[in-house]
């Protein structure tokens, strides 16, 4: 399978898009591409498993590498695994449900669609890449669109949000930047030529002084985007501001761009220092967990609550990301997807809600679940997925990372996992509390008595989200082991060698 | 002999939970009503199937009942030795309780159609009680640890959503919040305790966990930490858990606000089943806690002891006739945790843990009885509240007969099921430990009197005066409250020894007359205090509640522990600690971002006066600069 | 008028008789330094012209006298000369329109009156 085609078929449909009329052909135009990639994912994630099934062990499959700086010895080079196949599963389906949640969006609706497609096609592009300057390109490619996307179509203080969230993440870059060419400068060590293919480097083994000064540009570089402590800041003010698709895509994928660029890069070339600093994040991490989960009970906005809470998950990736094993990385990874599309649910609804009440403060509105029971019903079982309950995605991901993190038999990873593991009753305060206040009791602005329910493209974006956390949640094993678990043993045999 | 079949027996009823949920709108209310009670009664008649198979097909195997694997399969690796399984455990509690929930539940269903009609979330309400059926199915069947976590969440969260069940109602949305958050809170415990067991032992299954030598090695192999070995800290913690479902002080307080939601649900939920999933817990584990870990039984006992009288304590105040039930179903459990507190393992120290299992199947559905009478008491009158209530036998003749049915039932009457299981925890309790069986036998006597007070009040006493006539509830109703009725007097008679037992032997259980006798002495006092004092209007109550004021006061408050949660949650975690996080994320660490953005820009700021754009500014920076740098020039060159 | 006044290269050199190199320095340098001189202080546009005119001959001086001086035989200093003479007359063309613009929009030469492009 040509991997090139998940970014070539969003940039096709950018292309296309620019010859729309009408928001009709606009949004037309974007549905088809974006169905078009889900059943492209569908079938990646197909032939990767028969793949698989008939033998092939390489760590990546469908490798193909193009000549790009011969001088550098950059190439672009593609490839997947199975943690990338389920990472740009959980791509499509986020960007399918985006377009439908943004199919009311009127103005410059050509610009809107052309500049989410470029950042989902950013996306696409760093999860299929497996050389590391390809991969920064694309990450940058990303990164850019979300200003213009929050600047342009946001809401509230949208510029303040836009520039701060753009300026921290180019702070990130700038620190990738600097670990990646450090990698590059030091992949020649054992006297193979400078490379910045991860297959290669992954062979390298870094002397213990580069790990150590490059791991922290690395992991805080990537950190930045996945919500580490005390770097998370961008993310209720950007999540807040933006528009509901940039919302689903930045909180549900783009955030775990961060998350895969440390586990991928950060902890997989440098494991050694990963294992020595390794607590120092961890404790980052759990701090993570804990005080996000603690924020969003005291927050009155719809997106601040559910930007809190999205620190608080994602702290749990990395925490699980840091365990080093398989067990909690398996959980992490897992957690990345049903994060992603958990949080995407949420953001779809809470848009969809916003645009009826024209207010996201949980203390004007009351009572809603009778007004609209479809989104009501659809943001209970968001809450519920988010609070861990058994059946839905995010409580196979907690109670792997809860598992994997406890077989460390001391203290002080034992003190961490407890704390993490708190976060699960916290969770459920908050979102216990914001179901009841905003959508529970009687109505309180009898404006709010003549709101209609879902339109069709609504229920058709939220659906597709709950169905895909419900079929993870009843049945993980495909994805945990078939995918994520296999993919995992070749990282982890790198990972464990050296220790 | 397969036991396959059993996995149909919780699928059925989450098939009718999906196909309401689908068709919610388009199904009509008797449609919903008869397909979940269908769904319900065909589980129901595959638990009768197993409990014959199993008990009288299949019998006991080297003298003892084995546990058969019904149905299982890998659902999450978590490593090469650790895996979570799903599937059916059979064995003799787990089909009781099938058996248990099934019934109850079948009653339930058809007493709802009655009870709900005309209410607009009928659909709705079917639609929970086929998830709850569910739910609590998959957890009396859970093969392994994990799985009955994973059953234990989802029971909680039905009951979360059937609470909250009108939920325009801001009470009921702060009860169903609050009961999810307290359980959810023990279940953090639980989950540690799972953690730590399943690290010590590489397995989550209960057929090893519970074999008593993979005990021996357990304990040979363990640490401790803090004085205490790691399986008590592991049994301590999942208890826990148990005693957060169950409504063990002091995690009972989300029970009696529980009884918000719609009466059925409170006979199901709060009264038959899900509240006893701590004792079934801690009976599924019962092995590992009796060889195990002295402490932790201990521990389980006095808290059982402690909440069984405290909770009858408050129900003799309370003044709501379904929260008079609630702290009754707190102080019963309360027993049913004594029982297996002051049990041992095997032979005749194993009586504990018979009587308690016992306990849990009788009180099942005596006390399902009485919240379905309540229901259909409420039902008619329109209020809750007891001091509204009165001479209701005149109107209600068959809610009236089940009833005090029930009431003998739970106080312990000679004859009737709750005397026999009760009589043999207080029995356990003499042999074990003298403390404890004093506390029991006056819970005993104060259990007597507050239902027998709640009988004789509503009842008797002076007729209030109704709004409506009261009548007799219709036919869907009073036949589940008969069937009940029989039950709760038939099902004493069962030689339940020769069924359940702490290793599976058969146990010869005697009454002990003696313990009996004391026993029904204590009760008939209660009964005959509650007949003074309110088989006919006085001013007794009053003018002995004015003698105990301050107690009575104390007790009236359920000794303020509500208050002292309240405190904790909204003093302290949201205004010493959420909201100073949120302060801090804005403030200080937001704010530390917005500095160096400020930094920056007042850096620029102050150097922006360089570029005046006065040309010879320009020009004399350029001149001085190349005479300064070449005079350095010539310095150097004249100098190397 | 008369008739034109023919010297040879020999007259010439005769005519140069006591001056040396240092004395067309110390002349260029002077010139230069008061070119400099009058570009930072004057404030009006056509005076700094001048002033770079200065700059720009005393370069010339230096240029012819090196020639002169150093490489009698060979013309480039004198080329470059002619060269900078050019150059000179197209910017100050140049210039003087600028100027002009600057008086048309500002109604003034004064050179701190034009500062529009800073910061």
């Known amino acids: 399978m040509n991997l090139s085609l998940f970014v070539i078929i969003p940039l096709l449909t950018v292309l296309l898009i620019l010859f729309s009329k009408s928001i009709r052909q606009t949004r037309l135009i974007a549905a088809i591409g974006m169905s078009v990639q889900l059943v492209l994912s569908a079938i990646l994630v197909v032939l990767y498993v028969s793949l698989r099934k008939h033998g092939n062990a390489d760590q990546f499959v469908f490798v193909k590498d193009i000549e790009w700086f011969k001088s550098l010895n950059f190439n672009f080079t593609m490839g997947v695994d199975g943690i990338s196949v389920a990472l740009i599963g959980l791509t499509s389906i986020v960007i399918f449900a985006g377009v439908f949640a943004s199919w009311k969006m009127e103005d410059l609706h050509r610009e809107f669609f052309i500049s989410l497609l470029v950042l989902a096609g950013g996306v696409f592009g760093f999860f299929i890449t497996i050389d590391m300057f390809s991969m920064f390109v694309f990450y940058e490619l990303a990164v850019i669109p979300m200003y213009i996307l929050i600047g342009i179509w946001g809401t509230g203080k949208k510029e303040y949000s836009a520039m701060k969230l753009t300026l921290m993440l180019m702070g990130g870059s700038a620190l990738i930047i600097v670990g990646i060419l450090g990698l590059y400068f030091h992949s020649g060590v054992s006297g193979g030529p400078l490379t910045m293919n991860l297959m290669n480097l992954s062979k390298v083994h870094f002397p213990v002084e580069v790990q150590m000064f490059l791991f922290p540009f690395l992991f805080i570089g990537f950190g930045v985007l996945g919500a580490l402590f005390p770097l998370h800041t961008w993310s209720p003010d950007g999540h807040a501001s933006a528009p509901t698709a940039v919302s689903m895509l930045h909180a549900g994928v783009l955030m775990k761009l961060g998350s895969y660029g440390v586990f991928r890069i950060a902890i997989y070339l440098l494991p050694e220092a990963a294992r020595q600093m390794g607590p120092f994040f961890m404790v980052l991490a759990t701090i993570g967990i804990v005080y996000g989960a603690f924020g969003a009970i005291m927050q009155k906005d719809l997106k601040y609550i559910n930007a809190y809470s999205s620190v608080s998950h994602c702290g749990l990736i990395l925490f699980g990301l840091l365990m080093m094993n398989k067990t909690a990385m398996d959980g992490a990874i897992l957690q990345m997807i049903s994060h992603g599309i958990m949080t995407a649910l949420f953001f779809a609804l809470i848009g969809m809600i916003y645009g009826r009440t024209h207010t996201r403060l949980i203390n004007e509105m009351g009572g809603l679940l009778k007004v609209m029971p479809f989104l009501g019903a659809a943001y209970v079982i968001a809450g519920l997925a988010s609070l861990g309950l058994p059946g839905f995605s995010g409580f196979v991901a907690e109670m792997l990372v809860f598992f994997g993190s406890f077989q460390h038999a001391d203290l002080f990873h034992r003190i961490l996992t407890i704390l993490a593991a708190s976060s699960i009753v916290i969770t459920a305060v908050y979102i216990l509390r914001v179901i009841g206040i905003f959508l529970l009791g009687p109505v309180k602005n009898e404006h709010h008595l003549l709101l209609t329910d879902a339109t069709w493209w609504e229920r058709l974006s939220a659906g597709t989200l709950i169905l895909f956390i419900t079929i993870i949640g009843f049945y993980p094993y495909f994805l945990t082991n078939d995918l994520i678990g296999n993919s995992l043993e070749p990282i982890l045999q790198k990972i464990l060698m050296f220790n | 002999m397969s036991f396959q079949f059993t996995i149909l027996i919780p699928l059925i009823p989450l098939i009718s939970f999906l196909i309401i949920g689908f068709l919610y709108s388009k199904m009509s209310n008797k449609l919903a009503g008869i397909w979940g009670s269908v769904s319900i009664f065909s589980s129901f008649l595959l638990s009768l199937f197993t409990a014959y198979r199993y008990f009288f097909e299949v019998g006991r195997v080297n003298g003892v009942y084995p546990k058969i694997l019904g149905f299982d399969f890998e659902w999450l690796r978590f490593s090469d030795s650790l895996s979570a399984h799903l599937g059916t455990l059979i064995d003799p509690i787990s089909v009781m309780m099938l058996v248990v929930v099934t019934t109850v539940s079948l009653m339930v269903h058809i007493y709802s159609i009655g009870y709900m009609k005309g209410d607009r979330g009928f659909n709705r309400f079917f639609a929970f009680l086929s998830l709850f059926s569910f739910s609590m199915l998959g957890l009396v069947l859970s093969t392994n640890i994990f799985e009955i976590y994973i059953f234990w969440e989802l029971v909680g969260v039905s009951s979360y959503l059937l609470i909250g069940f009108y939920y325009e109602k801001n009470s009921a949305v702060a009860a169903s919040k609050k009961a999810f958050i307290v359980t959810r809170f023990a279940d953090l415990f639980f989950l540690i305790g799972i953690l730590i067991l399943s690290f010590y032992t590489k397995t989550f299954d209960f057929i090893s966990l519970t074999d008593p030598s993979n005990i021996a090695v357990m304990q040979t192999g363990s640490i401790t930490f803090m004085g205490l070995s790691v399986t008590t800290w592991a049994l301590l913690l999942i208890f826990i858990g148990g005693a957060g479902k169950s409504a063990m002080f002091p995690l009972h307080i989300w029970l009696p606000d529980a009884m918000e939601g719609p009466s059925p649900v409170s006979a ?263 007949w003074v004092l309110y088989k006919k209007p006085s001013n007794l109550p009053e003018r002995i509640v004015s003698s105990i004021k301050v107690l009575y006061t104390w007790a009236y408050h359920k000794f303020y522990i509500d208050e002292v949660y309240l405190f904790v949650t909204k003093k302290i975690i949201f205004n010493l600690i959420s909201r100073p996080i949120a302060w801090f994320d804005r403030h200080v660490v937001d704010g530390a971002m917005n500095g160096i953005a400020w930094t920056t820009s007042w850096v620029s700021e102050s150097i922006k006066g360089l570029q005046s754009g006065q040309l010879q500014k320009y020009a004399l920076a350029f001149v001085s600069s190349t005479i300064i740098l070449s005079a350095l020039l010539i310095y150097i060159l004249l100098n190397v | 008028m008369g008739k034109p006044i023919r010297i040879t290269l020999k007259q010439a050199n005769d005519m140069m008789g006591g001056l040396a190199l240092q004395d067309f320095l110390v002349v260029s340098t002077s010139m230069f330094f008061i070119g400099i001189f009058g570009f930072l202080t004057r404030r009006n546009l056509i005076t700094i012209l001048m002033s770079v005119e200065l700059i720009l001959n005393s370069v010339n001086i230096n240029f012819v006298a090196f020639n002169y001086f150093l490489h009698p035989e060979a013309m480039h200093g004198i080329f470059f000369a002619i060269f900078v003479i050019a150059v000179a007359a197209a910017e100050a063309a140049v210039a003087i329109a600028i100027i002009i613009n600057i008086y048309r929009r500002f109604k003034s030469i004064n050179i701190e009156n034009v500062s529009e492009m800073k910061y």
């Open chain 2, 268 to 530: 199901l939920i709060h009264a038959a089943t899900m509240v006893v999933a701590g004792v079934f817990l801690v009976a599924r584990l019962f092995p590992i806690y009796a060889l195990g870990s002295d402490q932790a039984l201990q521990v389980i006992g006095y808290v059982g002891a402690f909440t069984s009288l405290f909770a009858a304590v408050i129900a003799m105040t309370q003044m709501d006739f379904k929260r008079v039930l609630a702290f009754s179903t707190i102080s019963q459990i309360g027993y049913m945790m004594v029982g297996l507190g002051v049990s041992g393992y095997g032979n005749e120290a194993g009586l504990g843990y018979m009587a308690s299992m016992f306990h849990l199947f009788t009180h099942a559905m005596f006390k399902a009885l009485l919240f379905l009478c309540a229901g259909s008491v409420i039902h008619v009158v329109h209020t809750n509240f007891i001091n509204e209530m009165g001479g209701l036998r005149k109107h209600m003749k068959i809610t009236h007969i089940t009833f005090l049915i029930a009431t003998l039932a739970i106080a312990g009457f000679p004859g009737f099921s709750g005397f026999f299981s009760k009589d043999e925890i207080i029995t356990a309790a003499y042999h074990n430990n003298k403390i404890i069986f004093y506390t029991e036998l006056l819970v005993a006597g104060i259990t007597a009197f507050y239902m027998f007070r709640l009988y004789f009040r509503v009842f008797w006493n002076q007729e209030a005066s109704y709004e409506h006539k009261p009548h007799e509830v219709e036919k869907t109703m009073t036949i589940p409250l008969i069937i009940l009725a029989f039950l709760s007097i038939a099902v004493g008679y069962i030689p339940f020894g020769n069924f359940i037992s702490s290793d599976s032997m058969p146990l010869e259980s005697h009454i002990n007359w003696g313990v009996a006798s004391a026993s029904i002495i204590v009760s008939f006092t209660g009964i005959i205090i509650a």
